[in-house]
């Protein structure tokens, strides 16, 4: 038997395989609440424009809060046969109240009304997103305050390099989090706009009021055309990408603390909450949570490359190409939300164990570059010649086995004459980081005025 929604034209019903590929019933019915939304300001829309009658917008109005509390309880029985969530609630509709849902459809298709539903669940994911990464960077600036003045080695290419605060590595992931929140802010303001209305793709002749729908459904404008209004998922790859570039921090920030939870760095304690231990190495406890947040990054990254794919070839307006776009994101947004906690709370939990971050900073002569400095300053030599004159003593603490401060004022002098004494103050790791105080430098004072500015910013 063919469809009851548009079957009008056909003598036979889908095949069982047409129907498998066809149906996204399995997953759009997430959209329910949004579809509903929409379906409920269009009734308005519809009535207030005299295109419906009033009791047929309040039957059809009611109705659809009843469609709703039996998709919320669970009561639900959705259909493949009705292929998606915009069919299996207008059918629904349609035997809780009858005739008048026979109405709700007109002067719409359901090209502008899922249009319009992913938008509005977009928006919301992108609302949770900005309190996942507020959440988040509350926690670093906890961890930024503690440790403003904590030493540890910075590194580059994961070699020592010179020595750094605590606060100020945490502080990075701050600003990196910030601006991941800034990028969804402004895809949100950009996707704001109401592709209702645009009916299949060329508007519709019936006197629709586009600006009271828009309005009613948090949008700031409707969508100026009607072809781009049902053909672009542009918001969705915005959304996607402002998720694969704050993913991407979340997993170096993810392999640092798999590092530094390493009995060869010893850095910092995961808390045993997000931790697991096994099952046959009575020692073990493992980083599972970072190594999954590292991993389940794959999969937005996956799901940026995948709907980009689906639209680049796509002629306007719709093609049936674009269902596929919400399992993606749907994919993508679960783990973004999972993985934002979850680092939440690893970052909330963790201990940095400050004796072996100290330790870790005094190696590996990371004060070789304060002492070049110092000798530029004291006494006068180009920047070249110093950094010479520093690499020859770091060879020779090197070749006996200890550190720079180790070695002895006349080991000093036997490379450069005039070396004094008071070269000793700036080889240890306090007075290197605390010497860096150009603006944002790692100086537990910039630091902490770095902690204070966001602070007052986040509220
Ligand atoms: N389930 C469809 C989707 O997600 C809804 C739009 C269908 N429109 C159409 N003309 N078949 O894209």
Redesign the pocket.
Known sequence: QSNAMWGGRFAAGPDAIMEAINA?ISF?KRLAAQDIAGSRAHAAMLAATGIISDTDADAIREGLLTVLSEIEGGAFAFSTAL??I?MNVEARLKEVIGEPAGRLHTAR???DQ?ATDFRLWVRDQIDAAVTGLRALIGALLVQAEAGADWVMPGFTHLQTAQPVTWGHHMMAYVEMFARDMGRFSDARARMNESPLGAAALAGTSFPIDRWMTAEALGFDRPMANSLDAVSDRDFALEFLGAASICAMHLSRFAEELVIWSSAQFRFVTLSDRFSTGSSIMPQKKNPDAAELIRAKIGRIFGANVALMTVMKGLPLA?S?D??ED?EQVFDAADNLMLALAAMEGMVRDMSANRPALEAAAASGFSTATDLADWLVRELGLPFREAHHVTGRLVAMAEAKGCDLPDLSLADMQSVHADIRADVFDVLGVHNSVASRVSYGGTAPEQVRAQVARWKERLG
């Open positions: 996204s759009d292929e998606d915009h298709s359901r090209n899922v719709y049936k674009m269902q919400k």
